[in-house]
């Protein structure tokens, strides 16, 4: 495939991710949807830059804001949308909400509203195929945040010492809620991690699919030839507010202009061609699948315990 046709299918599969969340944006005030989102609007190029590099074998474990990621890895639309309805036909059978998606049949492997918690499920995934002899990767997807959490080292120091095969991809967005990282860490994510003897790889151009993609793709080629784990830190930006469907730049604790610098460079922001060509037909299955959320029966009270214990 030449590098035009990937150019326009990540650019698809990000605009996708885009129109999706925009839909939800609309819905929300509908009080339709059930539960807290977390957006990734100005983040999508990571998730699909990254899920690209991945083979469908591969799993990947997310975070609460996991709809890019369900959604690149190849997560069901409809069943994503109705679990948003908190409907039986969701991917949780409409238990789990925005915050817990989860795909399994395509690798993606679940999500958790407790930061970091999802990555020594990354890592000890690792650990089962190492020991199942699977040719198979685990990527654990994060948040700048999530690096100040114990279980962050614990999972990097377990991961490094076994030489697991698990990239760690930090999508450093400056933010967790409204504190930037200069007030919350002393230490730089990718250096830091590199004193445990992994190979660590920085993208800084977390809006561009096409690098995210190519540094993932020479991440999860380490990792499957053996090298050990992978850091890779990926600067990105959030356009929306933390939770929650509006913007918050008023809010004064973070810069509208250095977001206005991430739009003139991002993609869905500038092809507007592009983004013309494949609007409507995307439009169209974000219909079809909100469509299927709005017909999906409830969840009957027997549902209520299940999987519960
Ligand atoms: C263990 C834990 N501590 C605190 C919280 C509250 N909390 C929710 S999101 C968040 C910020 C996380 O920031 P980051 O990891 O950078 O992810 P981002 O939201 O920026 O994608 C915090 C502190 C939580 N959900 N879980
Ligand atoms: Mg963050």
Known sequence: MSVADTYERLFHAALRIRLV??????????DKIQSPVHLSIGQEAVAVGACDALAARDLVFGTYRGHAFYLAKGGNMRA????????AT????????????????VGFMGASAVVASTIPHAVGSALAARHRKLDQVALAVFGDGATEQGVYHESLNFAALHRLPVVLLCENNGLAVHSPREARQAFGIAEHARGYGINVAVCEDGYDFMAVR???ADAVSK???????????CKTERYMEHVGVGEDYAAGYRSAEVAAEWKRRDPLCCEADLVARWTAEIAAEIDDAVAFAEASPWPSSDALLADVA
């Open 21 to 30: 969340e925009e839909r939800i944006i609309a819905l929300y005030p509908s």
């Open 223 to 233: 990792v499957r030839t053996g090298e050990g784990p992978v850091l890779v830190e």
């Open 214 to 216: 190519a540094v993932l």
């Open 90 to 105: 969701g991917c949780g059978g409409g238990k789990a909400g925005s915050m817990h998606l989860a795909a399994p049949e």
């Open 80 to 87: 994503m949308f109705a679990e948003l309805y908190g409907k």
